[in-house]
Structures are given as C-alpha cells and as structure tokens.
C-alpha cells in the first residue's frame, strides 16, 4: 500500500516535469494542446494521473476504514447499495436516508460518517477527491441523465438557477455572464461554454495546468475565486444547487460525459 | 378612541415589517449562501442595484430604467485636478495588470496583446472618435461606472469598487484616448 502510493506520486512528478518542459509554446489551442499532453502522459508514463487518482480511490473504498471499520461497498449513490456503474449520470439527487439532495462528494461525505462512522473533522478532502474519482470513473462516457423530480430536487435546482444569477464581489459578476451571454466566446485564451452546451460534462478531472485532480466542486471555487469571491466551503449547499442546475441543463441539452476523470488544463 | 389609534400604530407597524421581510424564497437563498461559510457570504452580499440586475436576469424592464441610471450616475467621483485624462503609459499597465483593470480579459486595445478576449467591443482605434470633452468625460464614465450608461452591463464598475482610484480612472482613458497611445497607433 505504502510502495505503491509513493509510487504514484513518483509518476505524477515525472509527468509534471515532462509537462512543464514541453508547455514553453505560446498562444496555442487550449483543446489541442490537452490532447497533447494527453498522449505525452500516455506514451511516458503508461497511464493517465486521473486513473492513478481513481486507482487510489479505488483502494479506500474496499478498504476496511474508520471507526467502525468497514468498506465503503454498501454505499448507495442512487442505484442501490455498491452499485456504481453509471452512478454519476444521475447525481446530485434525493436521498431519504440523509433527506437531502447531496452531488457525488457530499454523498462519500455521507456514507463515510454514516458508514463507516467518521467524524466530519476527520475526512479528508484528499480521499474524497479520490473516491470521487473512482466512482466518477464508472460514468465514463455516459449521457448525463439529471432531471429534478422529487420537490426537494426541484427546490435545489430552483436555487441553483438563483445562485447562477446573483450578480455580486468587486467584479459584478455572475455565472451567467460568462456561461450564458457569453457561451461560445473566449475569456482570454479559454473557450467558454454554457450548461446546454454540455458545461460541467468534465468532472473530476486532472488538470495540467494546475497538476491536480479537480472535482466539480474544486472547479466551482475556481470560478468563484477567480471573479473575487470567497468560495463556498466544500459540501455545503451552493455547490450542490449549482450542480444541480447546471446537469440538469446539461441533460436538456442532451450531453454525455468526457472520459472520467477528465484531462484539461 | 384610544384603542384605534393603538391599532392604527400597530397596522402601520405590521406593514413596515412585512414590506422590508425578504419572501420565502429570498430567505432559502440566504440561507444556502450561509451554508457556504460566512466569508463566502460576506462576498455575496449585494447591493441594491446587484440585487435588481439578479432578479431581472441582467434585463431591467424599461421603466425601472431612468431611476437606475441616475442611481449610478450618483456615484461617479472624478480626480481632485478635475482632469480626466492622465498619463496613457499608467493607464497601458492598468489596463493590463489582471487584478487592476483586467480590460484584456474582455476587450482588444493594443493590437499586440495576445489572447485579447472578446466579450466586450474592440477598442483597436478607440481614439479615432477624438477627445473632445463629451467623449473624454464619456469614456471616463464608462470606465469609473459602466452601469451608468448601460443598466446591468457585463462590464464590472470598476471606480465604484475601487478598483480603479479616479486618478487610474483618468490614466485608463488616456490609453483609450491618447493619440500616441499603442491603441491609436497608426497601421
């Protein structure tokens, strides 16, 4: 266990480095240039960082862990105990265990105190990027199948649209602005699309760029903080409305997922 | 007698107190963004006129429009030498400089910027319309407030939040305006 995680950060560097050396072009296509260091990841390392984030998620979840030392393999993420495959087509959704509408990382959140009887406090935001990888991972390429039914999902969606509206900060800003009006544009050098075009279709995804594994929730707060305001903490309810209102979108517009997790800058 | 008058002070009361109550939905809003952490919620606090520009999806219905305006007129300042075009060199790095202006993000100036964005109108040439005081005092404008002149407008107020002082309100315009400015330069 011990070899084998250093044995991923091992790769990871290498593959940091090798990135960083080939990355002194400028003014070139963000999309082709992800593809580039796509293949690069390949050919050097023989794998991609976002299958080493989900392999290491995959660890923690048959692992036997916390208090009261269980897997997490009885977690249900909508389609029945352990079942995952295609589980994050459908998420965020109502759970009635927890009677709320929880995203894939508050739902890990759950099942971990309600499980395997961790206190909050005590989870690490590491492990849960990596679960979320995993179970990510088991949607690969599946259509995005979001659609509020129960009034509690209504609700959220509802709040999410609000959110996505609220003009605030330094910056007047708000998502619509740039994902809305803007849909289609270039901030910069990055492309920008909105929530029907398939926005949010990506997540948890390896970035280049940054050489981390980016959730939903990591990219949310990098708008947020990118437009001067503090970014929501993690599992609260911004996150989950937005979410919700942006997948849903994305369903209308009939999207699928990328490969998960994906691999940008 | 006495007792009207306690019920006239009591319905008076009971209408303030529901005119200034946010409706139910307002406050499940707020109580979302609270869940988020106070310094998330500190960010998010609006002002009046963010608040107009949220709920009516960044559109304001025509007949709000004359009050708003004005409202935003109001909080123009200009620099103490009452000179609105400063030094176009300041303005080119303020213009530039990310956590200042950031205007590249969604405007061309100079032409040999890069990766220039395009959410607002190019302004290669924006000198050609001169400097005369409407269109010095114009430009200023838009740049200190550019709600002022446009409700709601993509672009963020930057005086008004300070993030531009007058002073680099007026240098900004100077790079618009300047004739010797990369933006007027002549090709």
């Not at chain 1, 050489?211 to 990219?219: A, G």
């Not at chain 2, 213009?95 to 959410?119: I, L």
């Amino acid at each position: 266990m011990r070899d084998r995680s250093l044995w991923i950060g091992f790769l990871l560097a290498l593959g940091l480095g090798l990135g960083i050396a080939l990355t002194q072009q400028q003014e070139v296509d963000p999309y082709k240039e992800a593809e580039r260091q796509r293949e690069l990841f390949r050919q050097t390392a023989g794998i991609l960082p976002g299958e080493l984030y989900a392999a290491q998620g995959e660890e923690l979840f048959a692992q036997k862990r916390g208090p009261k030392n269980v897997s997490l393999e009885a977690c249900d993420f909508g389609l029945g105990p352990g079942k995952l495959e295609g589980a994050l087509t459908q998420l965020p959704r109502y759970f009635a265990d927890t009677r709320r509408v929880e995203d894939l990382e508050t739902r890990i959140v759950s099942c971990m105190v309600n499980l395997q009887g961790f206190r909050p406090q005590d989870i690490k935001r590491d492990d849960v990027k990596a679960l979320t990888a995993y179970v990510a991972s088991k949607s690969t390429e599946m259509p995005i199948n979001v659609v509020p039914k129960t009034s509690q999902e209504i609700a959220m969606y509802n709040l999410g649209r609000e959110l996505w509206y609220h003009r605030a900060g330094d910056r007047d800003m708000n998502c619509a602005i740039c994902h809305d009006s803007y849909a289609g544009g270039k901030v910069r050098l990055s492309p920008v699309r909105s929530p029907r075009q398939g926005l949010s279709n990506e997540w948890p995804a390896y970035r280049f760029e940054a050489d981390k594994l980016y959730t939903l929730q990591d990219r949310i707060a990098f708008c947020y903080e990118s437009v001067g305001i503090h970014p929501p903490e993690f599992y609260s309810e911004p996150y989950i409305a937005l979410s919700i209102y942006m997948l849903a979108e994305a369903t209308k517009g009939k999207n699928k997922f990328t490969e998960l997790p994906g691999f940008t800058r | 007698m006495k007792k009207r008058y306690w019920v006239g002070i009591l319905a008076t009361l009971l209408a303030g107190f529901t005119l200034s109550q946010q409706g139910p939905f307002q406050q499940r809003v707020q109580q979302a963004i609270n869940s988020g952490g106070s310094k998330f919620a500190q960010t998010m606090k609006q002002d009046p006129d963010q608040a107009l520009c949220s709920q009516y999806r960044d559109k304001l219905p025509p007949e709000q429009v004359g009050a708003f305006l004005e409202r935003q007129r109001a909080l123009i300042k200009y620099p103490a030498n009452g000179k609105l075009m400063g030094d176009w060199k300041q303005g080119e790095a303020l213009f530039t400089n990310p956590r200042k202006g950031n205007c590249y993000a969604c405007h061309t100036g100079d032409p040999k910027e890069a990766g220039a964005g395009r959410m607002g109108p190019g302004l290669v040439g924006y000198g050609a319309r001169g400097t005369s005081e409407a269109v010095v005092k114009y430009t200023y404008d838009k740049i200190y407030n550019a709600w002022a002149t446009m409700p709601c407008s993509l672009m963020y107020r930057a005086g008004h939040h300070g993030i531009l002082t007058p002073e680099e309100t007026a240098h900004v315009t100077a790079f618009l305006l300047d004739p010797a400015s990369p933006v007027n330069a002549k090709r």
